[in-house]
């Protein structure tokens, strides 16, 4: 076993979180150290034009994903059944390299809604305790969103947030959406324009009497420099996002918003090829002394660090801590423990809205999050929820993110999949269709959870992570719910045809249909030991030199993306490492 | 023979393909399988255009050709898959770490009998999947029909492919359904990707939607909404059309 020379902090994983977090301490002085199991990446030359322009290598064999070959997950649907690896990509995709998932994201920036924080009490208050099922255990993040919000703002002024405040101050401001939490300042820059397919849906929408509104993006709408003087160019609507890297340096990542700046500071160090396996801890089990790792040549790396941040994807941090033994595994049977506890995942359904020829809605024309028109009217708690009988929402949103046609090329229903009927309806459809999504939170529950695999190992031999997860009556209800809202909204569009994803009861989750990479859950953050691995600053109950950013601290998920909250989370979280934790290193929280 | 250099003209293309099929397949099955002793290992020296797989032996060339031809026929809304270079793109993947599992978890234990909705659960990977696939299912043409599946004629091979598609048809070897959707899947993938993998020979298959490929700049045409996109695609490498 090489030993390194110690260092105050020490970083596992370099996507977002681990970038701010990166920044954020840098000017403290100390010496840090983020330690990435991919490889470096940049703009130039990993995602130039026109290389980057293609579907195949990028959308499809996923170029900028994890290699599923050297480490997966496996899944089963309930307790008791034997989970089987997850192969091939579907569902979600983990990130790989320097940047992590936030380069192949697409930049949809929400803020929760402040009663997604306080969610457990919110819902008891206004519904009773009863209208929760018994086994769902929604709980607290134990951070308010008036505490909240200034991270909230400052993340969105590190990446440029494009959009139209719909709560200014408390004042409801026309064009923007009304059940948005009070915002103190304006989005640092206006709204992306609307592709054709979210203009026709958000005259629809108003039509119907809803309240659409331009999505949050992070797509920049017009060239931008943030507060750490990197600067940002606007987004061309190429079409090339999700999955893909941003030529245009438009889409926020790492890299378009702080690596310019982290990567010269002479107290940074950033080593890549760098498999953390451990997290180290002392004889009293107490404190983390730092981590383990495995190198480029594959050697096993000792890193002695003071302070140790778990900034992986949401998966990983979970399999991070079960693999370190740091706090108590999740006991589906007796509901105990809290590392693997409350993972949960979205449900979407989507409508194909299929146009005559004379509609051109040039599906190519498309942005990650820009360009596209949301309905915010039946998310969270903005509606009640009394005579519908589930909790929870999604939003609905018009438009396209690009018409690659390998993965985006829709047909009518009704078309065979092959032959001389399929090729003349792709003939014919294609750039007259546009979709109307909906995008909806997953509860949590006692028998939906995260642990090792007893059967299956990485490439290192390590144990894989095994998600145990099917839906519940309660998402399929939401789903239904929403969904038929959005059909009135496309009824009013006027197609020709529609076609229509939607799980319904009896449809088990299936890893083979792509939905979100938002998942969430399994070291949470909570008000009480008992309850959760985190408090509310992110910081581990148990070791108090750990802390852990990302999805993997949502007690529940939204139905919004999540990448707004985990900055915030973080941007929070840090403040209190620097000013309150660093001057007296101990719990931020008495439990 | 289809190994001549066929003329550009899509017309041309579709009369040539239209023979070609059989043409290759009877090679495939007599001349291949006499001179070679019907070593499956031997690459296939025939193909539409001048490609000479690397991978697939004359008898997978002679298949692929002849269900990619039914899977997206050549008719006149636009090129069909044999067209379009589909079997070319196949047997150049099969070549990359894709077709070779390097993109997949494929250690065992292997749990081929786990739902569906579980994923992909077999232990091919794309090269020995598409092996063994094509082998079965010609041998199944033999005993059914004293053919091979490309020397059957093109309703018949209409009719078998949605048997497979159905999972109508059991082979020891293959679970049909899923051969069936690995390769109904990567003729679609060859179709539509860039042509520098293949297919999508001269971007015709882009041209027959409307797709512009590569040009990956759309700032102008947002302040249009509704208007006809006027410009042809281009290519990674640069091609326009």
């Known amino acids: ?591 | 023979m289809s190994s001549k250099p066929s003329s550009p003209s899509r017309r041309d293309f579709l009369r040539q393909s239209l023979v070609a099929v059989p043409a290759v397949s009877l090679l495939g099955t007599s001349a291949i399988a006499q001179t070679q002793s019907g070593s499956a290992a031997a690459p296939a020296a025939m193909s539409a255009g001048n490609y000479a797989p690397r991978y697939f032996t004359a008898p997978e060339w002679a298949f692929l050709q002849a269900a990619v031809d039914r899977l997206i026929p050549s008719n006149d809304d636009g090129p069909g898959a044999v067209e379009a270079g589909v079997p070319e793109f196949l047997d150049r993947q099969m070549e990359a770490a894709y077709g070779h599992g390097g993109l997949w978890y494929m250690q065992g234990p292997f749990v081929p009998e786990s739902p569906p909705t579980l994923g992909y659960q077999l232990r091919y990977t794309p090269r020995e999947f598409y092996r063994k696939g094509i082998a079965a299912i010609d041998d199944w043409c033999r005993k059914q029909h004293q053919k091979t599946f490309a020397e059957l004629p093109a309703d018949q091979r209409d009719a078998i492919l949605h048997q497979l598609e159905k999972g109508e048809i059991h082979l020891d070897d293959v679970p049909t359904a899923a051969f069936f959707t690995q390769l109904l899947t990567n003729t679609k993938e060859g179709y539509f990707a860039d042509p520098m993998y293949g297919g999508n020979k001269q971007m015709a298959a882009w041209k027959m939607i409307g797709f512009p490929g590569a040009r990956a700049d759309f700032a102008d045409w947002i302040e249009q909404p509704g208007k006809v996109y006027p410009y042809g695609p281009v290519s990674i490498e640069g091609a326009k059309s």
Request: glycine share 12%; net charge neutral.
């Open chain 1, 1 to 591: 076993m090489i030993r390194m020379k110690p260092v105050d902090v020490v970083i596992v994983g370099f996507g977002w979180t681990g970038a701010i977090m990166g920044i954020e301490l840098a000017d403290t002085g100390l010496k840090i150290l983020a330690l990435e199991r991919g490889a470096y990446r940049d703009t130039s030359p990993d995602f130039t034009y026109p290389h980057n322009a293609d579907e195949l290598a990028y959308g499809i064999r996923g170029e900028l994903f994890q290699p599923l070959a050297r480490e997966t997950v496996t899944v089963r649907h309930n307790v008791g059944d034997t989970a089987v690896p997850y192969r091939q990509y579907g569902s979600f995709l983990f990130g790989n390299n320097v940047g992590g998932a936030g380069i192949h994201w697409n930049g949809q920036h929400y803020r929760p809604s402040p009663e997604d924080l306080e969610f457990h009490s919110h819902i008891s208050k206004r519904y009773g305790q009863k209208f929760m099922p018994e086994d769902m255990q929604i709980q607290d993040y134990g951070v308010s969103y008036d505490e909240l919000e200034p991270y909230l703002e400052q993340f969105e002024y590190l990446c440029g947030t494009s959009g139209t405040a719909g709560n200014l101050n408390g004042e409801i401001r026309p064009g923007g959406n009304p059940f948005e939490g009070a915002r103190r300042k304006p989005y640092p820059n206006p709204a992306v324009g609307d592709t054709y397919g979210a203009k026709l849906f958000a005259e629809a929408a108003r039509k119907v009497g809803y309240h659409p509104f331009p999505q949050p993006s992070d797509n920049a709408s017009q060239p931008y420099t943030n507060p750490h003087g990197v600067r940002l160019g606007p987004c061309n609507l190429c079409g090339y996002c999700e999955r893909f890297g941003c030529f245009m340096y438009s889409k926020a990542s790492p890299q378009t918003t702080i690596l310019p700046v982290l990567m010269r500071k002479p107290n940074f160090e950033l080593r890549t090829h760098s498999h953390v396996t451990k997290i180290n801890l002392d004889s009293t089990g107490k404190r983390a002394t730092g981590v383990t790792y495995i190198d480029a040549q594959g050697q096993q790396v000792e890193q002695p660090a003071e302070l140790v941040i778990v900034s992986a994807f949401q998966m990983h941090n979970v399999r991070l801590m079960l693999l370190s033994g740091i706090g108590t595994p999740y006991d589906p049977g007796t509901g105990k423990g809290v590392i693997g506890k409350n993972y949960a995942y979205q449900m979407m359904s989507s409508i194909g809205v299929f146009f005559d020829k004379d509609v051109a809605i040039n599906p190519f024309v498309g942005a990650g999050s820009g360009g596209v028109q949301i309905v915010d009217d039946f998310n969270s708690d903005h509606f009640d929820h009394g005579p519908h009988g589930f909790v929870g929402g999604a939003y609905i949103y018009g438009g396209q993110t690009g018409g690659r046609p390998i993965q985006q090329l829709i047909v009518p229903p009704g078309t065979p999949s092959w032959g001389a009927g399929w090729k003349k309806a792709a003939k014919d459809s294609y750039l007259h269709a546009t979709t109307v999504a909906t995008h909806g939170s997953v509860m949590s529950y006692r028998d939906r959870y995260l642990d090792l695999d007893p059967t299956y190992k990485d490439a290192f031999g390590q144990p894989l992570l095994r998600i145990t997860f099917d839906w519940h009556d309660n998402e399929y209800k939401m789903s239904q719910f929403v969904t038929e809202r959005a059909q009135d909204i496309v009824r009013q569009m006027n197609p020709k045809a529609t076609s229509l994803t939607l799980r319904k009861p009896g449809d088990h989750y299936d890893i083979r249909q792509y939905q979100t990479t938002h998942t969430t859950g399994g070291v949470i953050q909570g008000t009480s030991p008992d309850l959760s691995a985190l408090n509310r600053f992110q910081q581990s109950w148990d070791v108090h030199n750990v802390f852990v950013t990302g999805a993997s601290a949502f007690p529940q998920n939204l139905g919004y993306n999540p990448t707004g909250l985990i900055g915030g989370l973080t941007y929070m979280s840090v403040k209190a490492i620097r000013e309150t934790y660093l001057k007296q290193p101990g719990p931020l929280v008495q439990a």
